[in-house]
């Protein structure tokens, strides 16, 4: 979090407004989702949540990063 800026609480103030890009349901560890969610300033960060597999659980942070320029300009898409 430090090398991009990224402070803990912003990712989890910006979780209600955050869009999911990707669906991991077979990832390793159990089912994760990759979604775009802003920092304080509006900048996109990409947020990898750990989802519970049952409802007594909760849902944790795998990595967090600053998307760029491999991803197009919305950064909701991989670009080839």
Not at 26 to 40: E, I, K, M, N, W
Not at 67 to 74: A, L, T
Request: hydrophobic fraction near 40%; aromatic fraction near 10%; charged fraction near 25%.
């Amino acid at each position: 979090l430090l090398k991009y800026g990224i402070k803990y609480r912003e990712i989890l103030a910006g979780l209600a407004e955050s869009i999911m890009i990707e669906d991991y349901p077979d990832y390793a560890h159990g089912p994760a989702a990759l979604v775009l969610q802003q920092d304080s300033t509006r900048q996109p960060v990409h947020v990898v949540w750990g989802l519970p597999a049952s409802g007594d659980q909760v849902a944790f942070v795998v990595t967090i990063y600053r998307p760029d320029d491999r991803w197009s300009p919305d950064k909701l898409r991989r670009l080839k």
